[in-house]
């Protein structure tokens, strides 16, 4: 699924143009932040279960919660083309907002070859939001805020108040704001959303194409759902109608508790461009909000776990390469010098399947599982190690932008003699050593080690996997290689003792991944 384009407030101001949708996939969907609304300024006969029946109405529910949620407007100053214009954003396919855009990028066009004055314009969004604390803590999503110079929180009884920005967390899209009310404000609670059922009932209340208090009904569609957003991706779907404007507004229960945060949609584009619901919507979970706005409140930024490793699913054939009984864990593709792994004795090659006793059946849920880790925190790890398996307890490092940046480039010495270019026409790989020529000529940094490979045939099964020339095999059935004769001696082994598929560790553009590469 295509990532998501986070819309920032933006100064379009006119009514999208019709036929303006642009396709995607058959049925020309995009997956669209909620965001901001832009404005001018089973088989046999078992015994049938029994459902809980909808509430007779959701009325008594809706006017307890509906004053603690908000309307967020925000605005900021546009420059004008004399000025420097903004640089075109980037939005999900099809989605009515670069129309808009455009649209009002041809209007200052004309401005300026009128004539018109130097002044910047200002651009106004809107989105939704919750208090959850009566002293003026409202949390919303960091997409509705961003950019913006001047934050307003509206109430539902039209009271308004500037806002200051405590904190933002864009990995999560999580802000918090602070107000400064005169008295006490009514707030929400926080519920259990790990303890949410697929097909529990849930209310969405929100701001949606600026409708101030408006309320939908659905229930929780599925859990743990990975839409592209970013690496801790553990969104909720519900099926509760929301639409763009319901960004940052609440999820609730039906215990009048915060189960998640509405956040992204998942619609087709009609042919006049404009979106809407149609029942997928995304929100994110509370025990990740609560998290992160703890966080933001305490010291306004987020500190998060660092295992230090790189992680990669285990497909199939990786399963049956490593003779894993199950194809479940995160394979380690990288152990950073001198992180936390490392010096826990973590290896290229360990599968990870469980953290402080929490099950790891893919590579996504461990770094979301080791980012909600303080730093510090002692991790104890169950590990499949060459057909045995090993606990590894690990005292967790802080996240940071750059920590793995060079990772992959784990010290090494310079490559081995030179020797003459060979092909092994089984598995479809031409490879030659790394003599400098070789390293020129694919751009190879002086440190690497491994055999480079220089050819791929056309469905052979190197290219069924997707190997690619200037790639470096660094391992085979995780030895290390240094020549073309190391590679094709390990892989005859591998056909000679049975194996269907022999596990490569490659090195691609400085990055470390394990290939599974068939031998019939």
């Not at 078992?46 to 605005?75: C, D, G, Q, Y």
């Not at 050593?433 to 491994?450: E, H």
């Not at 391992?475 to 049975?498: F, L, W």
Request: with cysteine.
């Amino acid at each position: 699924m295509t990532s998501p384009a986070f819309a920032a407030p933006s100064p379009m101001a006119v009514p999208p143009k019709k036929g303006a949708a642009r396709p995607f996939s058959a049925l020309r969907r995009s997956l669209m932040v909620l965001g901001v609304l832009l404005l001018p300024t089973a088989c046999g006969d078992p015994a049938p279960a029994r459902a809980e029946p909808p509430p007779h109405s959701f009325a008594p529910l809706v006017e307890k919660m509906l004053p603690a949620v908000v309307n967020i407007s925000t605005s900021q100053t546009v420059k004008n083309k004399k000025q420097g214009q903004l640089p075109m954003p980037e939005f999900p396919p099809g989605s009515p907002f670069g129309d808009f855009f455009r649209d009002y990028q041809e209007r200052q066009k004309e401005n300026d070859q009128g004539g018109g004055d130097d002044k910047g314009g200002q651009a106004t969004s809107l989105g939704s939001g919750f208090i959850i604390d009566s002293s003026g803590y409202v949390v919303t999503n960091n997409h509705v805020i961003e950019g913006a110079d001047e934050i307003t929180v509206r109430l539902q009884d039209d009271t308004q108040m500037k806002a200051t920005l405590v904190g933002t967390d864009k990995a999560t899209d999580i802000a918090l704001l602070k107000v400064e009310p005169a008295s006490k404000l009514p707030a929400m609670v926080w519920g259990n959303s790990d303890a949410l059922k697929v097909g529990d009932w849930v209310v969405a209340i929100g701001n949606p194409f600026g409708l101030g208090g408006t309320v939908t009904a659905g229930i929780i569609s599925a859990r743990g759902r990975d839409i592209g957003a970013g690496k801790y991706d553990d969104f909720l779907q519900t099926d509760a109608s929301i639409n763009l404007g319901n960004s940052g507004g609440p999820l609730i229960n039906l215990n009048g508790e915060v189960i998640g945060m509405n956040t992204a949609i998942f619609s087709p584009q009609a042919n006049d461009g404009e979106a809407g619901s149609v029942g997928i919507g995304f929100a994110i979970p509370a025990v990740v909000i609560k998290n992160v706005v703890q966080q933001l409140r305490d010291t306004g930024k987020v500190r998060r776990g660092w295992l230090g490793v790189q992680i990669q699913d285990v497909t199939p054939d990786i399963a049956e390469t490593l003779k894993l009984k199950q194809q479940r864990g995160a394979l380690v593709a990288v152990v950073s010098p001198g992180g936390p792994g490392e010096q826990a004795g973590l290896k290229q090659g360990d599968v990870i399947v469980s953290i402080d006793g929490k099950d790891v059946t893919n590579g996504r849920m461990l770094p979301r599982i080791v980012a909600e880790e303080p730093v510090g925190h002692k991790a104890a790890l169950v590990v499949l190690r060459k057909g045995g398996k090993i606990n590894v307890t690990v005292s967790l490092g802080e996240l940071r932008e750059d920590t793995d940046a060079g990772a992959a480039s784990a010290a090494a010495s310079n490559a081995g003699p030179a020797e003459a270019e060979g092909t092994i026409d089984s598995v479809g790989l031409t490879l030659d050593a790394l003599s400098p020529k070789v390293r020129q000529k694919f751009s190879v940094r002086d440190d690497a080690q491994g055999v480079a490979v220089v050819r791929v045939a056309p469905n052979s099964p190197a290219a069924k996997r997707e190997l690619k020339a200037g790639d470096l095999i660094v391992e085979v059935g995780q030895e290390e290689v240094n020549t073309p004769n190391d590679v094709a001696v390990r892989v005859t082994k591998a056909k000679d003792n049975g194996q269907k598929a022999v596990l490569l560790l490659v090195e691609r553009a400085g990055d470390l991944l394990f290939v599974a590469l068939p031998l019939e």
